[in-house]
């Protein structure tokens, strides 16, 4: 792991999205900040619907939780036991998450990176003390040569660009910065801290407040003071809003006794929020402290630019904020900085103005860290000093040598260059013949692939027309012989029809003729009586005819023909139409001619219709016939419903 570190020279940077609040969803606010994998996340700008991608050494997104997040920051943090430097920063805008991720809180042990790793350090220092002890008691070696450790912390805050001791006795939590300087003064002790380089060329602050620890309820304690006496306040952006830059150092020193020991300081600094006065709408004292966070983390931008562009100036004396993490921003330190956004719509240029700033910052290189380690003796720091210049020096050998060979190597390259421009200059004019020539056959061979292009795309449409219409045939004839199989139905149907009406005319006269017979049979029969003596005369006579029935007709008596003359006269007088027909009313009325007489004269004499009683016997005789003319014409539409039926059927069974 530690050689990772070491090669990574350059700060590193993460970034953490906190989830949505539920009254920022509630308020209708988008997400627009999305994890996109492990080191890349995405901004969606609703303003173009366009994303902006950035990456970083991690990404954290909304579902990560507090102990996931120690994991990855654990080895730089535990780096400060091995005699390093280290510092852990939060950088992002106000209410983006900054205090949580560093402090946390104490419910469901949701706790922060400052004081998780603090506690993991003092487990680390005991494990490594119980380690000697047991190592110390399986070799039998002195009591003298135990493990030995020493770890003390302090808290400072950066309020309107003074220096506060958090930890010192003037600090209360009801206290303002105003009532501490009274109080200093009253005192004669002074409110703020000055922030001075010691002769060893660290930067240092006089008369901090350093409380050494040794358990986990000691740090908590003094984390609890701390943050107690941090200046904070309520605006519209955020109810807990930062004051004040809070940095929290944690000095940690181990060894064995009587050897170098290892010496690191881990800076662990939560940062106030960027905010923009329009949108937090703070007055007065709060207005002031505004200004002087934007002011002091805009002078940290100007570093981070500076040191991007490896300036030969850095402005650290611009802040107090800047001098005193300038060992950590371009000294001998291993410094990771954490970039929380706010994933709302309404935060979106913030956020992409803070992954600009982290993404800047990523590209700063400050170099590997070196350790902290106490001499034993002023000898032994010489003897390393000498045996590093002689490395050094050997390193510089070996450098001239490789630029003196890279020299010659040069110089072999430019003749060569040269001699082939010369070359180059005199097939200057065949090298125009040959790109002319490339030209041509060039857009001889583009031609030649756009007119293949066309004849490919006719070949394929004309393989394409070929198919609709080998499909278009094959729908045709399928119709075709469906139109002949229901042509063919349909003339088999009419023929059953025409045989049906056929024999329903056959019927009909059948039933007619038989009608007719039966009525001739009936008249015959009534007459039969009257006619009977002259049929046994007839029998005493000569045989002059084979059938009694028609010796009436031929010689009809002398009423019949007086009642033939009256029913001629009525109609003659009232019904002149149907005096043709009087033979017929005759016949029908044969053997009841008294009768026929009656029902004329009291029809036209007492004024009545003309030829409507003079045809009763017709009527009544031709009913019969009607009925079953009726009725036949009823069984031919049925018929005719029941064949519609069928082929409506077997046409909706073929589809």
């Known amino acids: 792991l530690s050689k990772i570190l070491d090669l990574q020279g350059n700060i590193q940077v993460c970034c953490r999205i906190r989830p949505m609040s539920l009254k920022e969803i509630q308020s209708g606010g988008k997400n627009v900040v999305e994890s996109l994998s492990e080191s890349e996340l995405g901004c969606f700008d609703s303003r173009n619907n366009k994303w902006k991608s950035f990456a970083f050494d991690k990404v954290w997104g909304p579902d990560q939780s507090?102990?996931?997040?120690?994991?990855?920051?654990?080895?730089?943090?535990?780096?400060?036991?091995?005699?390093?430097?280290?510092?852990?920063?939060?950088?992002?805008?106000?209410?983006?998450?900054?205090?949580?991720?560093?402090?946390?809180?104490?419910?469901?042990?949701?706790?922060?990176?400052?004081?998780?790793?603090?506690?993991?350090?003092?487990?680390?220092?005991?494990?490594?003390?119980?380690?000697?002890?047991?190592?110390?008691?399986?070799?039998?070696?002195?009591?003298?040569?135990?493990?030995?450790?020493?770890?003390?912390?302090?808290?400072?805050?950066?309020?309107?660009?003074?220096?506060?001791?958090?930890?010192?006795?003037l600090a209360t939590s009801s206290s303002s910065a105003e009532e501490r300087k009274r109080?200093?003064?009253?005192?004669?002790?002074?409110?703020?801290?000055?922030?001075?380089?010691?002769q060893n060329g660290k930067i240092e602050i006089p008369n901090l407040t350093k409380e050494p620890v040794q358990t986990i309820e000691d740090v908590m304690e003094l984390l609890k003071k701390g943050n107690a006496n941090r200046a904070t306040a309520s605006t519209d952006m955020n109810e807990h809003s930062s004051r004040s830059h809070m940095v929290l150092a944690v000095d940690v020193s181990s060894g064995i006794e009587g050897q170098p020991k290892n010496n690191g300081t881990l800076y662990l600094v939560d940062l106030a929020g960027s905010e923009r006065v329009r949108k937090s709408k703070v007055q007065g004292d709060q207005l002031k402290e505004a200004g002087h966070i934007n002011k002091?983390?805009?002078?940290?931008?100007?570093?981070m630019e500076a040191l991007d562009r490896k300036a030969s100036h850095v402005p650290y004396r611009d802040s107090k904020l800047t001098y005193l993490l300038q060992d950590s921003l371009g000294g001998n330190s291993r410094t990771m900085m954490i970039v929380t956004v706010c994933p709302m719509d309404g935060a979106y240029d913030e956020s992409v103005h803070a992954l600009q700033f982290a993404t800047r910052v990523r590209r700063i290189q400050i170099g590997a860290a070196q350790r902290n380690v106490t001499s034993k003796n002023l000898e032994e720091t010489v003897k390393s000093l000498t045996a590093e210049m002689k490395a050094l020096s050997v390193a510089k050998e070996k450098s001239e040598h490789q630029l003196n060979s890279l020299r010659r190597d040069n110089t072999r390259i430019q003749e060569r260059l040269q001699s082939m421009s010369r070359a180059r200059s005199k097939t200057q004019t065949d090298n125009r013949t040959l790109d002319v020539?490339?030209?041509?056959?060039?857009?001889?061979?583009?031609?030649?692939?756009?007119?293949?292009?066309?004849?490919?795309?006719?070949?394929?449409?004309?393989?394409?027309?070929?198919?609709?219409?080998?499909?278009?045939?094959?729908?045709?004839?399928?119709?075709?012989?469906?139109?002949?199989?229901?042509?063919?139905?349909?003339?088999?149907?009419?023929?059953?029809?025409?045989?049906?009406?056929?024999?329903?005319?056959?019927?009909?006269?059948?039933s007619s003729a038989a009608n007719l017979r039966a009525r001739k049979a009936q008249i015959i029969s009534s007459r039969a009586p009257a006619r009977a003596p002259v049929a046994k005369l007839s029998k005493s006579s000569p045989p002059k005819s084979a059938s009694p029935a028609k010796?009436?007709?031929?010689?009809?008596?002398?009423?019949?023909?007086?009642?033939?003359?009256?029913?001629?006269?009525?109609?003659?007088?009232?019904?002149?139409?149907?005096?043709?027909?009087?033979?017929?009313?005759?016949?029908?009325?044969?053997?009841?001619?008294?009768?026929?007489?009656?029902?004329?004269?009291?029809?036209?004499?007492?004024?009545?219709?003309?030829?409507?009683?003079?045809?009763?016997?017709?009527?009544?005789?031709?009913?019969?016939?009607?009925n079953l003319q009726r009725r036949s014409e009823m069984a031919l539409q049925r018929h005719k419903e029941r064949m519609q039926k069928r082929l409506e059927q077997q046409a909706a069974n073929k589809k």
């Not at 094959?474 to 088999?492: F, H, N, V």
């Open 296 to 303: 002091s983390l805009s002078a940290l931008g100007n570093v």
């Open 183 to 198: 109080n200093a003064r009253s005192t004669g002790e002074k409110a703020t801290l000055d922030i001075r380089r010691a």
């Open 437 to 510: 020539l490339r030209k041509n056959n060039q857009e001889m061979a583009n031609r030649w692939q756009k007119e293949k292009n066309m004849r490919e795309a006719q070949a394929d449409e004309l393989e394409k027309a070929k198919a609709d219409l080998r499909k278009t045939q094959s729908q045709m004839t399928k119709i075709t012989r469906e139109r002949d199989g229901l042509t063919k139905k349909l003339e088999d149907k009419e023929s059953a029809l025409a045989n049906a009406a056929q024999e329903v005319r056959r019927a009909k006269d059948a």
């Open 551 to 626: 010796a009436p007709t031929e010689t009809p008596s002398e009423e019949v023909q007086e009642i033939r003359a009256q029913v001629l006269e009525l109609l003659e007088k009232y019904d002149k139409a149907k005096v043709g027909r009087i033979d017929i009313i005759m016949e029908k009325f044969k053997g009841k001619e008294s009768l026929l007489v009656e029902k004329m004269k009291q029809r036209y004499e007492s004024g009545g219709g003309a030829a409507g009683e003079a045809g009763a016997g017709a009527t009544g005789a031709g009913a019969a016939s009607t």
């Open 66 to 169: 507090q102990p996931s997040i120690f994991q990855d920051v654990e080895p730089l943090a535990l780096s400060v036991v091995d005699g390093y430097n280290a510092c852990i920063f939060a950088y992002g805008q106000t209410g983006s998450g900054k205090t949580y991720t560093m402090e946390g809180v104490g419910k469901h042990n949701n706790y922060g990176i400052s004081y998780r790793t603090i506690q993991k350090i003092i487990t680390l220092l005991n494990l490594r003390f119980q380690q000697q002890v047991a190592a110390a008691s399986l070799t039998d070696e002195n009591e003298e040569s135990k493990f030995q450790f020493d770890m003390s912390l302090s808290m400072l805050e950066i309020y309107n660009d003074e220096v506060y001791d958090l930890l010192s006795s």
